[in-house]
């Protein structure tokens, strides 16, 4: 049997514990869970993130027409995250309302980008280093 997962939508309940997990369907690595979610709006174009629809046999962008373009969810900690990966350095387009410091991807099969790190406040200690996963990036699972 198997479970499904959902991409974001405005019907998924924020309020129920949830569990955010790698859209890929052979991987489905469990990333995090979050319950009423901390959701932030930036303005970030250097990146092209994927969109959750099919991404093993459609790798879809998500263009400027979506409604969640600019929408993420921010993570304060990164222990609170069960499985998490960081890419290298890449390079930002001088655009972006912030300086995006890692992208995310899984640390499972190592596909992405599911969001980005940044750093608050001129600090430049790793520790802090804030964490925002691209909503149609990831797929959902409600949990009772
Ligand atoms: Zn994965």
């Known amino acids: ?20 997990r790698c859209p890929f369907s052979k991987c489905h ?15 970030i174009k250097s990146i092209k993130f994927l969109k959750t629809t099919n991404p093993d046999t459609n790798p879809t962008t998500i263009e400027e027409h979506d409604s969640n373009l600019n ?23 001088q655009s972006d309302s912030v300086k995006l410091e890692r992208l995310i991807i899984c640390s499972d ?3 992405g980008p599911l969001g980005f790190a940044t750093f608050e406040d001129n600090s430049t200690d790793v520790k802090d280093l804030k964490y925002y996963l691209h909503l149609d990036s990831v797929v959902y699972q409600t949990v009772q």
């Open 71 to 93: 929408k993420y969810i921010k993570i304060d900690d990164v222990w609170d995250f069960d499985n998490i990966g960081v890419s290298k350095e890449f390079n930002q387009d």
């Open 29 to 43: 690595t469990r990333l995090i869970q979050t319950h009423s979610p901390n959701i932030q709006e930036l303005d």
């Open 1 to 20: 049997m198997s479970t499904a997962y959902t991409n974001y939508s405005s019907s998924l309940d924020l309020s129920k514990k949830l569990i955010i």
């Open 109 to 111: 099969c190592e596909r």
